[in-house]
């Protein structure tokens, strides 16, 4: 079947702006994972999804983000008031359990002016 | 997971030179994943280790979990300019999977 997907692949949006981003994982996956990947870092933990509900978001770094899983398959990870700081690659993973393989998407590049 | 520490950071090699890269915690780990990410793409699983002493192959590929399961070792054998890329490892221990940043191996032809 098909991979992880995420959509839109690049984003430029102003400083201010709210934006969405989306995430489909593999068909069921009960494990959904949201990490952000600055140039010549590693990736950087966000939240994860066990079902619908979120198990840890201790990644997220201010109130300005928040992400949702509401039907445990599609996700959707939510910046307001954006900064330039928030640019980076926003990559999403699924697994058939936690713990398991993660299977990544090609990632979100949003850019902040 | 327990963030684990992972040297070098960087290596550069010639092609058909052995590349090694190694990851050290403080802790026991339950246990370890490898990835590897091509330049613009996005990480790859390759391998999981989660018995102690464990050892994988795949290919040119050798995966090593320590007898403690504090350590893990990726072993590449004659190098290919296919290899270019960085290579993770991370802990998955309840979920949560921190990523260092990895080692970056280039290859010169």
């Known amino acids: 079947g098909a991979g992880v997907s995420q959509t839109p692949s690049n984003k430029v949006t102003e400083k201010g702006k709210y934006v969405e981003l989306r995430c489909d994982p593999i068909?069921?996956?009960?494990?959904l994972y949201w990490y952000r990947q600055s140039l010549g870092q590693g990736p950087e933990f966000l939240i994860y999804?066990?079902?619908?509900?979120?198990?840890?978001d201790s990644g997220l770094p201010n109130d300005r983000f928040f992400a949702v899983r509401p039907e445990g398959s599609v996700s959707t990870l939510k910046i307001q008031r954006t900064e330039r700081g928030d640019s980076a690659v926003y990559l999403c993973?699924?697994?058939?359990?936690?713990?398991?393989?993660?299977?990544f998407g090609p990632g979100t590049r949003l850019t902040v002016l | 997971g327990q963030q684990v520490m992972q040297i070098p950071q960087y290596q550069h090699v010639q092609e058909g030179e052995d590349f090694t890269t190694y990851c050290n915690s403080s802790?026991?780990?339950?246990?370890i994943q490898w990835y590897k990410q091509r330049p613009g793409g996005h990480p790859v699983f390759l391998i999981q280790?989660?018995?102690?002493?464990e050892v994988k192959k795949q290919k040119r590929l050798t995966f090593q979990f320590g007898e403690a399961k504090k350590n893990s070792s990726l072993h590449i054998t004659a190098t290919q300019t296919t290899d270019v890329g960085t290579y993770f490892c991370?802990?998955?221990?309840?979920?949560?999977?921190?990523f260092g940043d990895g080692t970056t191996l280039t290859v010169k032809p």
């Open positions: 993973a699924s697994s058939s359990f936690v713990g398991n393989e993660q299977f």
């Open positions: 068909s069921g996956h009960t494990a």
């Open positions: 999804f066990q079902g619908t509900g979120a198990a840890d």
């Open positions: 802790t026991t780990l339950s246990n």
């Open positions: 280790l989660v018995k102690s002493g």
């Open positions: 991370i802990n998955t221990n309840a979920g949560k999977s921190t």
